[in-house]
């Protein structure tokens, strides 16, 4: 396993339009979070998946960000009509919990720059 | 008052000081995260800890469940040390049970 992978990379878009980010976890980990860092801040969470179900999204977050997994493996994050503010790294992170709390693997992180 | 705070916020030090991190947090846990991001890098996990103490060469860390609170040492610290460090936690009820809370980091930075 290549560890969690995330795509693209790099984004960079126009006011107004619609991104989506990928993310890929290690495979048969049952959780996945969606977080994303400014330069300087620490990563601020976005939402959480156990399996396909999504068990919490920021009260942060606007109707402009939605996601999903829709299978339980890979996830898909959304932001609609894009601002200047979304410009952040946005985060994915995995971890295998069964019978207690798994240790997280990060990926590389899809930076987003909104013009 | 943020969940998870961590102090201090910047930290400066010369090669060969030992170093301490602190982070408290105010809710009931399940694990607590402690990791690593180099500039323009991505993040790594050092440790993960329920209870007592861990160390993984120059590095310890320990966790003191009763008082809601978790140190990482660094010890004879080096350049290549310099990063930010990351305490998580891991919430253990309640509707966030599995969520991650991050702390806001500390950017340590050791001169030769």
């Known amino acids: 396993d290549t560890g969690v992978s995330q795509d693209p990379r790099h984004k960079i878009t126009k006011r107004g339009q619609n991104v989506t980010f990928r993310c890929d976890p290690i495979s048969e980990h049952n959780r996945l979070y969606w977080y994303r860092q400014t330069l300087g801040q620490g990563p601020e969470f976005l939402t959480y998946f156990q399996n396909e179900a999504q068990l919490e999204k920021s009260r942060l977050l606007s109707d402009r960000f939605s996601a999903e997994r829709p299978k339980g493996s890979f996830s898909t994050l959304e932001i609609q009509r894009t601002e200047q503010g979304d410009s952040a790294m946005y985060l994915c992170?995995?971890?295998?919990?069964?019978w207690g709390t798994g240790e997280l693997f990060f990926g590389e992180g899809s930076r987003l720059t909104v013009l | 008052k943020n969940e998870v705070e961590q102090s201090p916020q910047n930290l400066t030090a010369q090669e060969g000081e030992f170093i301490t991190i602190n982070c408290s947090y105010s809710v009931g846990i399940s694990a607590l995260h402690w990791l690593q991001q180099h500039p323009g890098g991505g993040i790594v996990s050092l440790f993960m800890?329920?209870?007592g103490k861990k160390k993984h060469g120059r590095l310890i860390a320990t966790i003191n469940i009763q008082e809601k609170h978790s140190s990482l040492h660094i010890t004879a610290s080096h350049p290549r040390d310099s990063a930010v460090y990351i305490c998580?936690?891991?919430?253990?009820?309640?509707?966030?049970?599995?969520?991650?809370?991050f702390g806001q980091g500390t950017i340590l930075t050791v001169h030769p």
């Open positions: 998580a936690v891991v919430n253990a009820g309640g509707t966030s049970y599995g969520k991650l809370t």
């Open positions: 992170a995995s971890s295998l919990n069964r």
């Open positions: 800890l329920s209870s």
